[in-house]
């Protein structure tokens, strides 16, 4: 069953093997599958705190971390496709959300060289309270100003969008995401118009605006009203545009230069800048942008 999960995700045939043996190792040590149970248990409730049993689960097989905590998520996907089922949610958006999966177990690869996930964000998933409908993942989530014009205050719900990594982003495949949520989440209309939030390294302008116009980044970053913009020095999204994570005195002429994103964040570093981002907002009505 887990060999199955992983090819029905694309998962590259190394990780795939190397996952499956992890799981024949893990589920012959006495004591793994109550852990399993326990850890399963704790996950599917919003909140609760699983990551405990996660660690023991590792420190008693004795496998990587990483590579444990990924068995575990595939194994919870099987339950969690009956959810789906008897919640009358479609097998696509089932196999769009839990492409998360691969996002980052690539992510995993090419920052540590291991097939596994060194992240723990994949709860929402499992409570079905973040979905992905094509090319974006989305949750319903408190607005967290003051004030948006005149369609928000603090504490409203509005729907919050995250951009998972490991495939392009065409403009096109951006606004048919969008028409899915606006049909997806009715109860999220007010007036027929839906908004939309996003707080992303994507949209920090600083970056983004070096970018030449016609650019899948540059688009996406046009579709948003920007309300509020956040400069993070650590620069922890560097990993996401190299996979090589960001320290003080990183050598930047060694680094690749093969795209317009990777020359433009060079360039921005170089001239004294850093990494940001960016709170935008957009309102969709009869599923289409309303344009700024």
């Known amino acids: 069953m887990l060999r199955t999960i992983c090819q029905r995700l694309n998962f ?3 990780a795939t093997d190397h996952l499956v043996r992890a799981y024949e190792t893990m589920k012959n040590i006495p004591g793994t599958e109550q852990l399993w149970n326990d850890a399963q248990e704790l996950f599917f409730v919003r909140g609760a705190n699983y990551g405990a049993v996660l660690d023991q689960i590792a420190q008693t097989t004795g496998v990587h971390q990483y590579t444990a905590d990924m068995v575990f998520y595939l194994l919870c996907s ?3 496709k009956e959810r789906y089922e008897k919640q009358g949610l479609s097998e696509k958006i089932f196999w769009d959300s839990m492409a998360d999966l691969k996002a980052k177990l690539m992510e995993c690869r090419n920052l540590y060289g291991i097939w596994g996930t060194f992240v723990r964000w994949f709860q929402l998933f499992y409570t079905c309270e973040r979905f992905a409908l094509g090319r974006l993942q989305y949750q319903i989530s408190p607005f ?4 948006y014009k005149d369609l928000l205050v603090r504490d409203d719900k509005a729907l ?17 995401s969008l028409r899915q949520a606006y049909d997806f989440y009715p109860q999220m209309r007010k007036d027929g118009k839906t908004i939309v939030m996003c707080h992303s390294w994507m949209l920090y302008e600083p970056l983004i605006s070096r970018l030449p116009e016609h650019s899948n980044l540059r688009k996406f970053y046009d579709l948003f009203d920007i309300i509020d913009v956040q400069e993070r020095p650590e620069n922890g999204d560097f990993e996401r545009i190299f996979n090589v994570k960001w320290s003080q005195g990183l050598n930047l002429s060694t680094m690749p230069r093969d795209t317009s994103l990777q020359r433009c964040t060079l360039e921005l570093l170089e001239n004294g800048g850093c990494l940001g981002a960016g709170y935008g907002m957009l309102v969709l009505e009869n599923g289409e942008v309303i344009r700024k």
């Open 144 to 147: 967290p100003y003051d004030t």
């Open 12 to 14: 590259p045939a190394e």
């Open 78 to 80: 099987i339950p969690l």
């Open 160 to 176: 919050s969008c995250h951009i998972p990594s490991g495939s392009p982003m065409p403009i096109e495949s951006v606004l048919d």
